[in-house]
C-alpha cells in the first residue's frame, strides 16, 4: 500500500501536478504514520517548492521516525543551508557522515557550510582529504580556493580555481569567484577577464556585473564601472550594495547629484546600511546642500556611540569637532577588513648595516596635494645615511610631479598589480626599516599592507590628518599644535612630536611670473577680497555664518572661494541672499595650474580659513604667496593645521582662539590697511628666514626623527610618544 501511494505520488510529480503529489504524500502519512518516507519525500517537495520551513519541519519528522538514512541527514543538511542555518546543517552533515563515512558528496557540501561558517582551516581540511581521494570533483576545488582566499592563500587558491574551471569550464560561479580573488590580488584587468567567462555562460549574473564594476573601478574607468553598476541594479533593483558602489563611483565622477539619488535609493533599502548615512550626508556637502546637516549629523553621531559602520572616517573630519567620534568612525571603517592571524604577520628583527632603508608608500606620486608637499623632502633626504624606496599605488600619471618624485627616490617600485600581502612581504625581502604611510585612509587606502607589517617601524604620516586605528601602525608623525598631549587618548598611534610644523613643505614651489589683475577673475577693483580656496565640502553652516557676518560689517567685501562645482555655486549664492548678503558678494575661481593659482593669490587681502576642517596645503599655498592666513584654533587636528603653520612661521597673531575674535580680526584688517600691510610685510620677511618653508631643517628633523626610532626599535622598545627637542630656528 505504501509504495503504491509513493508511486503514484511520484507520478503526480512527473505529470507536473505538485499539489496533487503532497496530497498523496499526506494520505501516505495518514495511513502509515510510523514510516519515515512519506514524511522524506514531502520534505524535498516543499524543498524544490521554496518552502523551507515546511520542508525542514517534514525531515525532522522523518529523522525522528528512522535516524539511520544518510541521505536523508544530507538532504537535511543542504536545506538547512539554504536556510542559512549553517550550524544546524553542519549537525546534519556530521550524522550523514557517521552513517555513509566515504561519501564524498556529504563532505563536499560539509565543506562548504565549514566555509559559511567561518571555519575555513577546518573547512580546507575536509576538501584536501576529498581531493586526495578523488582529484576530479570540481565542487572539491572550489571550495578548496575559497577557504585557501579567506586563509590568505591567495596564490593557492587561484591554482585551485584553475583545477577547479579546468574540470567543468562552464562552472560560472567558479569564474565570478575567480575574478573576485583577482581584484583582491590586485589584479583588476584579468579579474575583468574572469567575469567576462562568467557572464558569457550566465548573462543576467547580476551579482558579477557588480563585481567587474569594482575590477573597472580599481582600474579607473569610472564610466564602464558606472555601466555595470547600473545594469547590476536595473537586473536586481533591490541590490543594495550595487546601489552604494555606484554611488561612490558617481562621487568619484563629481556626479554629485547622482551619487546623492543613489545613496538615498540605499537609505530606502536599508537605513543602517554600512557608510550610506554618511556617504549621503557628506556628498550633500559637496554641493552645499545643508538641508537637514543639524538632523545628519546628530544621526550620525548616536550611530557611532552604538559602534556602527555608518560613516567613512575623513567624511566625518568635515562635519564633526569630536576627535573620540573620528577614533569610533576609524575603527568602524578598519573592522571591514579582515585580517587573518598567520606567521606573515609577524616580522623578524634585522640589524641593517649601512643605510636606513625608509620605504614611502603613497597612491599621490602625481599632482597631488600630498605631492606637493611632500617633494622636497624626498629630494632633501641625506643619501649617504638614507636609502629611500618609493612604493607606488594609485593612479598612473605622466605629470611633472610624478617625474620629479620619482628622480628624488633611490627606487621606484610600481605595486599596483600586487596583493598588500605580497607587498608586505616584498618590502620584508628588501629591508625596510621604515614603512611611511602617506596615504592613510584617503582615497586608495591600502592599509592591509601594513596589517601585513611591511616593516618593523611604520609610521603613518602627512596624507590622513588622524588615526589609522589599527594597531600594526606604531606611530603619527604631528606636533605640538595638531595633536596637543592631552588629546593623545584617540589615537591608537604613539604620537611622534616634531619641532615647529608636522607638514612637509616644498621650498622649490614655482609662482607663475603672470600679472594678474582682479577683473580677469571676476573680483571687484575697489573693495576688500577675502578668500578661502579650501574644498567646498569643508563650508559648514557655521562657518558661512561667521564669513557672512564678516562680509555685512566689511562694505564692499567680498569673498572669494573655488568653483567646485556649478551646482555648489547655486547653492552658496542662495545661502547668502538667505542672510541679506547680496550674492554676487561670493566670487568663485576656477580651477588654474598650481604656479597661477599661486600667483592670482596676490589678488586677495586675507585668507580666513574654516572650521571643523580647516586649510592644511591651502594655507602652506597662501602663506608661500605671500597671502596672510587667519585661523581659528580648532578642537581636532584638522582644525588646528593652519595654526601650526602660522606658529612655525611666527605670526601667532593670526591664531584666533573663538569664533568672536576671529570675525573682529578679519574685520579690523579689512578695515586697518596698516596693520594689514604690517603684517604682510613680516609675512614677506618670515616666509624664508622661519622654519615653515625651510626643506631642508625640516628633512633634518624628520632623519633625527628615523635615527631615534631605528635606536629605540633596536634596543628592543616598544612604540612610545617621541618628543624632538625644541627648534633653534
Known amino acids: 500500500m505504501l509504495k503504491s501511494l509513493l508511486a503514484e505520488a511520484t507520478l503526480s510529480l512527473k505529470n507536473g501536478n505538485a499539489a496533487e503529489a503532497a496530497s498523496t504524500f499526506q494520505k501516505a502519512i495518514y495511513l502509515h504514520p510510523k514510516e519515515y518516507q512519506p514524511h522524506y519525500k514531502l520534505g524535498m517537495l516543499h524543498a524544490r517548492a521554496g518552502q523551507l520551513a515546511l520542508a525542514i519541519e517534514s525531515l525532522q519528522k522523518a529523522i525522528a521516525l528512522n535516524g539511520q538514512n544518510s541521505e536523508v541527514y544530507y538532504n537535511f543538511g543542504l536545506i538547512l543551508s539554504m536556510d542559512e542555518r549553517y550550524q544546524c546543517a553542519l549537525q546534519a552533515y556530521e550524522k550523514a557522515l557517521v552513517l555513509a563515512p566515504s561519501d564524498i558528496e556529504i563532505q563536499i557540501n560539509m565543506a562548504g557550510v565549514l ?261 622636497g623632502l624626498l629630494e632633501s633626504h641625506d643619501k649617504s645615511k638614507f636609502e629611500i624606496f618609493g612604493f607606488a599605488f594609485g593612479p598612473i600619471t605622466q605629470d611633472g610631479m610624478n617625474a620629479r618624485i620619482s628622480s628624488a627616490l633611490d627606487h621606484v617600485i610600481d605595486i599596483r598589480e600586487m596583493s598588500d600581502k605580497h607587498v608586505a612581504l616584498l618590502a620584508r625581502e628588501l629591508e625596510i626599516d621604515i614603512a611611511v604611510d602617506l596615504t592613510g585612509l584617503t582615497q586608495h587606502n591600502r592599509p592591509e599592507i601594513f596589517m601585513h607589517r611591511a616593516a618593523p617601524i611604520q609610521v603613518n604620516y602627512l596624507g590622513y590628518p588622524g588615526t589609522v586605528a589599527f594597531e600594526a601602525m606604531d606611530y603619527l608623525m604631528a606636533d605640538k599644535v595638531v595633536i596637543p598631549q592631552e588629546h593623545q587618548k584617540n589615537y591608537l598611534e604613539k604620537i611622534i612630536y616634531l619641532p615647529n610644523a608636522y607638514q612637509a613643505n616644498d621650498s622649490k614651489r614655482e609662482i607663475a611670473d603672470s600679472v594678474f589683475t582682479r577683473q580677469d577673475f571676476g573680483l571687484p577693483q575697489e573693495g576688500f577680497v577675502f578668500c578661502c580656496f579650501n574644498n567646498l565640502y569643508k563650508i559648514t553652516p557655521k562657518s558661512f555664518d561667521s564669513w557672512m557676518r564678516i562680509l555685512e560689517r566689511v562694505e564692499g567685501s567680498v569673498l572669494w572661494l573655488l568653483n567646485g562645482n556649478s551646482i555648489a555655486v547655486n547653492n552658496l549664492r542662495k545661502e547668502a541672499a538667505k542672510r541679506g548678503i547680496d550674492s554676487s558678494r561670493l566670487v568663485f575661481a576656477p580651477k588654474a595650474p598650481l604656479a597661477e593659482h599661486l600667483a592670482r593669490h596676490r589678488l586677495a587681502d586675507l585668507f580666513i580659513d574654516s572650521l571643523p576642517y580647516g586649510a592644511h596645503t591651502t594655507a602652506s599655498d597662501a602663506l608661500w604667496a605671500g597671502l596672510p592666513v587667519l585661523t581659528c584654533l580648532g578642537k581636532t587636528f584638522v582644525g588646528r593645521v593652519a595654526a601650526s603653520l602660522l606658529y612655525a612661521i611666527k605670526m601667532p597673531e593670526l591664531v584666533t582662539l573663538n569664533i568672536e575674535d576671529f570675525e573682529n580680526m578679519a574685520v579690523e584688517l579689512a578695515l586697518n590697511s596698516e596693520r594689514l600691510q604690517f603684517l604682510k610685510d613680516k609675512l614677506h620677511k618670515n616666509r624664508l628666514t622661519t622654519a615653515l618653508f625651510d626643506t631642508k631643517l625640516f628633512t633634518q628633523n624628520v632623519e633625527s626623527v628615523y635615527i631615534k626610532l631605528i635606536e629605540r626599535y633596536r634596543l628592543g622598545m616598544a612604540p612610545d610618544h617621541l618628543y624632538l627637542d625644541e627648534p633653534t630656528v
Open 115 to 375: 566555509n559559511d561558517l567561518g571555519r575555513y582551516q577546518e573547512s580546507l581540511t575536509v576538501s584536501q582529504k576529498v581531493i586526495s581521494g578523488n582529484s576530479s570533483c570540481a565542487q572539491a576545488w572550489f571550495n578548496q580556493a575559497s577557504s585557501q582566499k579567506q586563509l590568505q592563500m591567495l596564490e593557492d587558491a587561484l591554482q585551485s580555481y584553475g583545477h577547479c574551471l579546468h574540470l567543468v569550464p562552464a562552472y560560472a560561479e567558479a569564474w565570478a569567484a575567480k575574478g573576485v580573488l583577482l581584484d583582491v590580488m590586485n589584479k583588476p584587468k584579468e579579474a575583468i577577464l574572469a567575469f567576462n567567462q562568467a557572464l558569457a555562460i550566465r548573462p543576467n549574473f547580476y551579482e558579477v556585473f557588480k563585481n567587474r564594476a569594482d575590477a573597472f573601478y580599481s582600474t579607473l574607468d569610472l564610466d564602464r564601472a558606472i555601466e555595470d553598476y547600473r545594469r547590476a541594479t536595473k537586473l536586481s533593483p533591490s541590490f543594495i550594495d550595487a546601489w552604494s558602489s555606484l554611488g561612490a563611483a558617481l562621487q568619484d565622477q563629481s556626479d554629485y547629484q547622482g551619487a546623492i539619488e543613489a545613496f538615498k535609493k540605499v537609505l530606502e533599502l536599508n537605513p543602517q546600511h554600512d557608510f550610506a548615512l554618511g556617504s549621503h550626508a557628506f556628498i550633500k556637502r559637496s554641493i552645499c546642500d545643508w538641508s537637514k546637516s543639524d538632523i545628519e549629523i546628530l544621526e550620525i553621531e548616536e550611530a557611532l556611540n552604538n559602534n556602527q559602520r555608518v560613516i567613512h572616517p575623513f567624511f566625518l573630519l568635515a562635519m564633526s569637532d569630536d576627535e573620540a567620534k573620528a577614533l569610533k568612525a576609524a575603527r568602524a571603517l578598519i573592522s571591514t577588513w579582515s585580517m587573518s592571524k598567520d606567521k606573515s604577520n609577524e616580522i623578524t628583527s634585522k640589524d641593517n648595516i649601512g643605510r636606513i632603508r625608509v620605504g614611502y608608500f603613497s597612491a599621490d606620486f602625481r599632482l597631488h596635494p600630498v605631492a606637493q608637499l611632500i617633494a
